[in-house]
C-alpha cells in the first residue's frame, strides 16, 4: 500500500523539530530558565524563522501549510517537550496571525512574510493572558483624520521586547465593546515596563507598556473584538493543548529514566509498587491526551461538524491534566524533583502558567455547560 504523502511530510516534520529542540534549545535550558538575567535565545528564534515553523498555520498563499494546525501541534508539542518557553512564543505568534486572518488582514500577513525581513519584523506581539471581557481593559482608542492613537496601559503583552508589531485589545469612545489595533512598537508613544519576571515559562518574555498617542490600525470593525477574540480561542485552545501535552511528554519520560536508573536499598526504584502507580498514572493522562489532541486536530482541519466542541473538550482536559501529572514527575524524583537540576519543577511551573493561557479555564467550563446542555 503506497504511504501517505501527507503523513510522511508531518513525520518529516516532527523529526526536524525534534533535531531543532535537541540540538538547538537543550544545551541552554538553565540558562534559559534565568531570564530575563540571562540573554535571550535570540540565535533560537531566529533559526526557528528560518525553519519557517512561526507560520505554518497560515493559508498556501501566505507561504503556510493550507490554514491546517496538526503541523502546529507537532512543532508546539516537539518543542515544549523540550522547552515550553519557545513554543509559547510560537503560540503567541499563531494567536496574533489568527485574529489578523479573522479580521480579514491577509494583506499585511502577505506583505509580511512577502520578502526577507530581520526576525523582529515578523513577530506580533499580543497580551496573552488576557481574555479582554474578564479584565479591565486600560487602554482607550482616540479616532484621529488619519486612523487611531492608543492611549493607557497595557499589561503582561508577550514577546514586546523582542518584537516589531503590537496587537492590542482597546476601547473607542463611545463603543460599547472593544476593538483591536495593530501597531508598530518602534514608535515614540510606546513605553516598555519590563520584561516582566512570571511564575512560568521565564524565556518567554512579556512587558507592561504605556502607550500615549501611540498611532495604531484599526483590525476588523469597531466593535468587532468580542467575535474576533472568540473565533481565535476556538481555533487556538487546542494548540494550548499542545504545548501542555510536550511538557506532559517530557515529564513522563525523565520520570521513567530516573526510576531506572535509581537504585535504593539494593534494588531500582522502579520496581516499587508505590512508584510504578504513580509511573502508571502518568502515562495514562499522557495517552488520553495525546488521542483527544489528534483527534481534535484532525476533526478541525476536516471541519467535521463539532470539531470546536470537540477542541474544547481536549484543551480543558489537557490543561488541567498537565498540572496533575507533572507534580507527580516531582514525586517520582523524589527530593531531587525539587531541584531545578531536573527541570521537572519547571516544567509544574511551565503547566500551571499554561492554565492562565486565553483565560481561566472555569469560565470555558462554564461555556462548555452552556453550549452542550441548553439546546
Given at each position: 500500500?503506497?504511504?501517505?504523502?501527507i503523513?510522511?511530510?508531518?513525520?518529516?516534520?516532527?523529526?526536524?523539530?525534534?533535531?531543532?529542540?535537541?540540538?538547538?534549545?537543550?544545551?541552554?535550558?538553565?540558562?534559559?530558565?534565568?531570564?530575563?538575567?540571562?540573554?535571550?535565545?535570540?540565535?533560537?528564534?531566529?533559526?526557528?524563522?528560518?525553519?519557517?515553523?512561526?507560520?505554518?498555520s497560515?493559508?498556501?498563499?501566505?507561504?503556510?501549510?493550507?490554514?491546517?494546525?496538526?503541523?502546529?501541534?507537532?512543532?508546539?508539542?516537539?518543542?515544549?517537550?523540550?522547552?515550553?518557553?519557545?513554543?509559547?512564543?510560537?503560540?503567541?505568534?499563531?494567536?496574533?496571525?489568527?485574529?489578523?486572518?479573522?479580521?480579514?488582514?491577509?494583506?499585511?500577513?502577505?506583505?509580511?512574510?512577502?520578502?526577507?525581513?530581520?526576525?523582529?519584523?515578523?513577530?506580533?506581539?499580543?497580551?496573552?493572558?488576557?481574555?479582554?471581557?474578564e479584565?479591565?481593559?486600560?487602554?482607550?482608542?482616540?479616532?484621529?483624520?488619519?486612523?487611531?492613537?492608543?492611549?493607557?496601559?497595557?499589561?503582561?503583552?508577550?514577546?514586546?521586547?523582542?518584537?516589531?508589531?503590537?496587537?492590542?485589545?482597546?476601547?473607542?469612545?463611545?463603543?460599547?465593546?472593544?476593538?483591536f489595533?495593530?501597531?508598530?512598537?518602534?514608535?515614540?508613544?510606546?513605553?516598555?515596563?519590563?520584561?516582566?519576571?512570571?511564575?512560568?515559562?521565564?524565556?518567554?518574555?512579556?512587558?507592561?507598556?504605556i502607550?500615549?498617542?501611540?498611532?495604531?490600525?484599526?483590525?476588523g470593525?469597531?466593535?468587532?473584538?468580542?467575535?474576533?477574540f472568540?473565533?481565535?480561542?476556538?481555533?487556538?485552545?487546542?494548540?494550548?493543548?499542545?504545548?501542555?501535552?510536550?511538557?506532559?511528554?517530557?515529564?513522563?519520560?525523565?520520570?521513567?529514566?530516573?526510576?531506572?536508573?535509581?537504585?535504593?536499598?539494593?534494588?531500582?526504584?522502579?520496581?516499587?509498587?508505590?512508584?510504578?502507580?504513580?509511573?502508571?498514572?502518568?502515562?495514562?493522562?499522557?495517552?488520553?491526551?495525546?488521542?483527544?489532541?489528534?483527534?481534535?486536530?484532525?476533526a478541525?482541519?476536516?471541519?467535521?461538524?463539532?470539531?470546536?466542541?470537540?477542541?474544547?473538550?481536549?484543551?480543558?482536559?489537557?490543561?488541567?491534566?498537565?498540572?496533575?501529572?507533572?507534580?507527580?514527575?516531582?514525586?517520582?524524583?523524589?527530593?531531587?524533583?525539587?531541584?531545578?537540576?531536573?527541570?521537572?519543577?519547571?516544567?509544574?511551573?511551565?503547566?500551571?502558567?499554561?492554565?492562565?493561557?486565553?483565560?481561566?479555564?472555569?469560565?470555558?467550563?462554564?461555556?462548555?455547560?452552556?453550549?452542550?446542555?441548553?439546546?
Open positions: 500500500m503506497q504511504a501517505d504523502p503523513a510522511k511530510e508531518y513525520q518529516m516534520l516532527e523529526s526536524s523539530v525534534q533535531e531543532f529542540a535537541k540540538k538547538v534549545l537543550k544545551p541552554r535550558l538553565e540558562e534559559n530558565d534565568r531570564f530575563p538575567w540571562s540573554e535571550f535565545f535570540t540565535d533560537a528564534v531566529e533559526k526557528a524563522v528560518e525553519l519557517e515553523y512561526f507560520h505554518v497560515l493559508p498556501e498563499e501566505l507561504n503556510g501549510w493550507g490554514g491546517k494546525l496538526s503541523p502546529l501541534n507537532l512543532i508546539l508539542k516537539s518543542i515544549s517537550e523540550v522547552d515550553a518557553s519557545l513554543a509559547a512564543i510560537l503560540l503567541t505568534n499563531a494567536v496574533s496571525q489568527e485574529l489578523l486572518l479573522s479580521a480579514g488582514e491577509a494583506e499585511f500577513l502577505r506583505e509580511l512574510f512577502g520578502r526577507h525581513k530581520p526576525s523582529r519584523d515578523l513577530l506580533t506581539a499580543y497580551p496573552l493572558l488576557m481574555n479582554p471581557e479584565n479591565e481593559i486600560e487602554l482607550s482608542a482616540e479616532k484621529t483624520t488619519s486612523g487611531y492613537t492608543l492611549s493607557g496601559r497595557a499589561e503582561y503583552v508577550v514577546m514586546a521586547p523582542f518584537s516589531r508589531w503590537a496587537l492590542m485589545p482597546a476601547q473607542v469612545e463611545k463603543c460599547q465593546r472593544y476593538s489595533f495593530l501597531m508598530d512598537l518602534d514608535q515614540k508613544g510606546v513605553k516598555s515596563e519590563g520584561p516582566v519576571f512570571s511564575m512560568g515559562l521565564h524565556a518567554c518574555p512579556a512587558a507592561d507598556l502607550l500615549a498617542n501611540a498611532e495604531a490600525r484599526l483590525i470593525k469597531e466593535d468587532e473584538g468580542p467575535e474576533l472568540e473565533r481565535m480561542v476556538t481555533r487556538m485552545l487546542p494548540a494550548a493543548a499542545s504545548v501542555a501535552c510536550g511538557l506532559m511528554r517530557g515529564s513522563l519520560r525523565e520520570a521513567i529514566q530516573y526510576a531506572r536508573k535509581r537504585k535504593q536499598g539494593g534494588r531500582n526504584i522502579f520496581d516499587w509498587s508505590e512508584l510504578r502507580l504513580i509511573l502508571s498514572d502518568m502515562m495514562e493522562k499522557a495517552n488520553v491526551s495525546q488521542i483527544l489532541l489528534d483527534h481534535a486536530f484532525r478541525a482541519d476536516g471541519r467535521e461538524s463539532k470539531w470546536a466542541e470537540d477542541a474544547c473538550t481536549a484543551a480543558i482536559y489537557i490543561l488541567d491534566a498537565a498540572s496533575d501529572l507533572t507534580s507527580n514527575g516531582i514525586q517520582a524524583l523524589g527530593g531531587y524533583g525539587y531541584t531545578k537540576h531536573s527541570f521537572q519543577e519547571r516544567r509544574f511551573r511551565d503547566a500551571q502558567h499554561l492554565r492562565s493561557v486565553f483565560g481561566t479555564m472555569n469560565p470555558r467550563r462554564l461555556d462548555y455547560v452552556e453550549r452542550n446542555f441548553n439546546r
